[in-house]
């Protein structure tokens, strides 16, 4: 196996080292390794060469690339230890399921499963949730956070959520689009909920384009918290895409919330007594987010225009940060952002339940690249 970190413009949360990531240019001459053995922190694999600096380990960020459309995910590979006792499945990574080449319609499935977020004794690990509810498209892994669904503007998307697997009622909620109360997917204003044995189908129009959020909204907090949750994108008309396109949901975790369910602890959920102790990206955090193909780290050419898809779907408020180079933020909460007030920047804050759209111009390697700053 070839792993490629080569030099690095780094980013982080500055109020929680948790986030952080490397976004890697592609200048095979400029390699930070040195030559001798070492046991890779993010699989435990016994390997040669070792990034220069010990940053690398608090690497956390890992983007879903849409250069990589309706591809299905890797499914994490557990331990022995983490298999033993338990038939349910492990999650994947969210796939990025593009609805129009499927004819505007997908079905989410609801599923129970494990979710593996550290899964090696590495670096405090393993991490792992005992159970999630994931939702799961089409014939594609489940996932934490859910699938990506990506459409156009001016086409509509037939959601079915298929809940005849399920324990519990659960609903799909869209943000963004204008749509018929009756397609809402909160049951306390449309009195529809999807129990447990049946089928509902959602008409959602993608009439604002941007990069929206949704999730089930019944039993709204205890549900996210449980991982149904993800990214749904519009398109505009005329899009132009980036060199290279990633989505990334942030998610801070109160690990009590999963491990009741499991029947692992005795724990009254109350949303206002949340005390997050699990943070992640793309449901990954440090250093699994670092594996070159169960993370997806993000790693680009010099000259690419990059355009990330921020969401924050949790419940803190998180400024993203990156080291040694600027962005421009070009849409947020569905809005774009006029040519006239944007700016070069280095920091995003994202709050609780917000989606962001940064370009970050094209990579030079003009610039001198200096360690993190801690």
Known sequence: MTIRLLSNIY????????????????????????????????????TTGVPRRNRYNRCLVTGCSGGRAN?????????????????LPYTGSPTIVNVDDQGGKVTMRTQQARHAVHPIDTMGGPVEFP???????????PSVPGPI???TEGNAMEVTLDNTGGRRAHTIHFHGVRKTWKNDG?????????????????????????????????????????GMYGIYRVDPEGYESADREYFMTIKDWDSRVPRKWAGETDFTYNSASRNPDVFTVNGKSTPRTLHPEKGSPIIVDEGDTVRVHLVNGGYMSHPMHIHNHRFQRVEKDGGTIPEAARHDMNTDILH???????????????????????
Not at 131 to 141: K, S
Not at 214 to 223: S, V
Not at 361 to 366: F, N
């Open 11 to 46: 980013t982080h949360c500055p109020v929680n080292w948790n986030f952080a990531a490397d976004l890697c240019l592609g200048r095979p001459k400029h390699r930070l390794y040195h030559d001798y053995t070492f046991r890779r922190p993010w699989d435990g694999v016994v």
């Open 149 to 151: 669904l990506r459409t």
């Open 186 to 226: 909160v049951p306390t204003t449309t009195g529809i909920k999807i129990p447990p044995g049946e089928k509902h189908t959602y008409e959602i129009p993608a009439n604002v384009p941007g990069t929206h959020f949704y999730h089930c909204h019944f039993q709204t907090h205890r549900h996210i918290d449980m």
């Open 131 to 141: 159970r999630v509810w994931a939702f799961q498209a089409d014939d594609n892994a």
């Open 352 to 374: 609780g339940r917000i989606s962001s759209s940064t370009r970050i111009r094209p990579i030079s390697t003009s610039r001198s690249l200096v360690p993190a700053s801690r």
């Open 71 to 87: 591809t299905t995910a890797a499914t994490n590979t557990p331990t022995q230890t983490q298999s033993d006792g338990s038939d």
